[in-house]
């Protein structure tokens, strides 16, 4: 119900506020697509392989630090900003 409300809401907004949502959306996107990826077992895999001493909370602190990297990264190129 919630989510109705959300959407009639967005829908009888203005411009400015339509393009605000629809830019911290494609940002929650590219946060969430990098967590996925680094929570599949295999980036583990590929981190434990890179850094031989990553280990238990190690390997967390790895894939965090890659995330969070990797965010900043591809959010500041030319190419996510003009989507």
Same mark, same amino acid.
């Given at each position: 119900?919630d @989510? =109705? *409300? +959300?959407? +009639? /809401?967005?829908?009888? %907004?203005?411009? *400015?506020?339509? *393009? ?5 959306? /494609?940002? +929650?996107? @590219?946060?969430?697509? =990098?967590l &996925?990826?680094? =929570?599949? !077992? $295999? ?5 434990r392989?890179?850094? !031989? &001493? +990553?280990? #238990? !909370? &190690?390997l $967390? %602190?790895?894939? #965090?630090?890659f995330c969070?990297?990797l ?5 500041k190129?030319? $190419?996510?900003q003009?989507?």
């Amino acid at each position: 119900m919630d @989510l =109705l *409300k +959300a959407v +009639a /809401k967005v829908t009888n %907004a203005d411009e *400015k506020s339509k *393009k605000y949502i629809v830019h911290e959306t /494609k940002y +929650a996107a @590219l946060a969430t697509v =990098l967590l &996925m990826i680094f =929570l599949i !077992p $295999w980036s583990g895999d590929l981190i434990r392989n890179t850094f !031989p &001493m +990553a280990k #238990g !909370p &190690m390997l $967390w %602190a790895y894939k #965090g630090m890659f995330c969070f990297v990797l965010y900043f990264i591809i959010q500041k190129t030319e $190419w996510f900003q003009n989507l």
